[in-house]
Nanobody, 126 residues
């Protein structure tokens, strides 16, 4: 049974930083495309950042480019999202997700992701 577990959410002042991490059981993170998404209550879940299976490419939503960085730790088999210069509009529940397709490139589409974590709340106050 596959389970993704996020950690690292919390409350932070605007301009601050947080680091989210995602660990898995039942699958190997480093062997799959991994993505971070976020959702505000009442709105659709949206793509934030992704990293390809081999880790050779990353992709970001325009709203977070230059502020967020996705990375893998292959030794720990985790994927992280470093969030800097946080803004109140970054407030959301953040989800880690795994795409098990074997294509070599990353696709930032929710429908591609088969497994999701339970989410971690990030709240940025001004």
């Amino acid at each position: 049974q596959v389970q993704l577990v996020e950690s690292g959410g919390g409350l932070v002042q605007a301009g601050g930083s947080l680091r989210l991490s995602c660990a898995a059981s039942g699958l190997t993170i480093r062997s799959n495309h991994m993505g971070w998404f976020r959702q505000v209550q009442g709105k659709e879940r949206e793509f934030v950042a992704g990293i390809s299976r081999g880790g050779g490419s990353t992709d970001y939503a325009d709203s977070v480019k230059g502020r967020f960085t996705i990375s893998r730790d292959n030794a720990k088999d985790t994927v992280s999202l470093q969030m800097n210069s946080l803004k109140p509009e970054d407030t959301a529940v953040y989800y880690c997700a795994a795409d098990l397709h074997t294509r070599w490139y990353f696709k930032a589409e929710l429908s591609q992701f088969a497994y999701w974590g339970q989410g971690t709340q990030v709240t940025v106050f001004s």
